[in-house]
């Protein structure tokens, strides 16, 4: 890929910010452009002194206007924990509206080619399994996850629309449960509250019973998979994620042997509309990218512990220099 200029929407955020720094490092320029609502500078301080990035603070589903030419606009911002649907319920029905709109828009007007970032989320509760793309899902519109599950089924709806009215050169990617560093300890998603209660020797919460599945990919895996679809023109919706599947119980078994943890389980109430199984049919990733999730959920959950336990001892440590003066300690 030659040398592109290109805006990301949510680039201070989880995804955001890995992909940032895979496209700095193969010699793009970079623009983030965050309200940093769920994102964090902290995810992308590194690259402020890189002369090819620029950090521009701004909530999409606001106008925007750059004095540059684009590439390309890729469109990431959406807060996307479970506990961020009842929280920022509006904020997310905006972006993924008013945002895609805008960011749409700016993908119009500087003749720029367009990639959304979708979720497995349209799926819904899904009652086909593996899902394909082909699948249309099985969603409450009114449900607690309707706001985010809706807001992105019409952001595919709009992209395909400018698609097709517009001619602009768009790629549509459906993103499985992914995880790795930089999401937020307080998420409230499985992998960093397993981690971090573990670490921290609190009860695992596993919500029902832990029957329910997942797949998870480590973001790096979803970061190749993005790179490799922005060379081939596809604009019909990709699902990116890991087929490898086990049930929520195992995954709390795992962790707390991985971190040698003392924690035991408790069992909490299970949210409404949680989907009961999710594992992505990649045969379309496959064929088209020749692409698929590399790294094993063992080394992905070893850097992620590594991350939170380093995040943790800093905060410990600073924490403890805070209160030494307090407690006439020097
Ligand atoms: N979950 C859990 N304990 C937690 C957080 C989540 O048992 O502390 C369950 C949740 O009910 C769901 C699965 O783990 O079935 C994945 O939840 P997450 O919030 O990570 O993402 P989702 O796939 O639901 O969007």
């Known amino acids: 890929m030659s040398s592109k200029t290109i805006l990301i929407t949510g680039g201070a955020g989880f ?62 911002a959406s807060p996307a924990s479970p506990i961020d649907f009842q929280k920022l319920a509006i904020p997310i029905l905006k972006v993924g509206s008013l945002g895609t709109h805008n960011a749409l828009g700016l993908a119009k007007e500087k003749q720029a080619k367009f990639f959304l970032a979708s979720t497995s989320e349209v799926y819904g509760d899904p009652l086909v399994h ?84 997942r797949s998870f990919q480590y973001v790096t895996d979803l970061v190749a998979g993005i790179v490799k679809l922005m060379d081939v023109k596809y604009h019909l919706p990709v699902n990116l994620g890991n087929p490898y599947e086990f049930t929520v119980h195992e995954l709390a078994e795992k962790v707390i042997e991985m971190t040698d943890s003392k924690s035991e389980i408790s069992y909490e109430p299970l949210p409404q509309d949680d989907p009961q199984r999710r594992r992505p049919d990649i045969s379309k990733a496959k064929e088209l990218l020749d692409w698929e999730p590399e790294i094993l959920l063992e080394d992905g959950l070893t850097k992620t512990i590594n991350y939170f336990a380093e995040k943790l001892a800093s905060e410990l440590s600073s924490l403890e220099a805070k209160l030494r003066p307090e407690i006439g300690i020097k």
Request: proline share 4%.
């Open 15 to 76: 995804i955001g910010s890995h992909l940032a720094d895979t496209l700095i490092s193969q010699g793009n320029r970079v623009i983030v452009v965050d309200n940093l609502v769920t994102g964090s500078l902290k995810n992308i301080e590194h690259l402020f002194d890189k002369p090819d990035f620029k950090f521009i603070e701004h909530n999409i589903s606001e106008k925007i206007k750059i004095d540059e030419d684009l590439d390309w606009v890729m469109h990431f």
């Open 130 to 213: 593996p899902q394909p793309e082909t699948y249309w899902g099985n969603v409450n519109p009114i449900g607690p996850r309707g706001v985010y599950d809706e807001s992105k089924r019409f952001a595919e709806s709009i992209t395909m629309a400018y698609h097709r009215e517009h001619g602009i050169d768009v790629r549509i990617i459906r993103i499985f449960n992914t995880y790795g560093p930089r999401m937020r300890a307080d998420d409230g998603r499985v992998v960093c509250n397993f981690i971090n209660q573990a670490l921290q020797s609190e009860a695992l919460t596993v919500y029902g019973e832990g029957k329910q599945s």
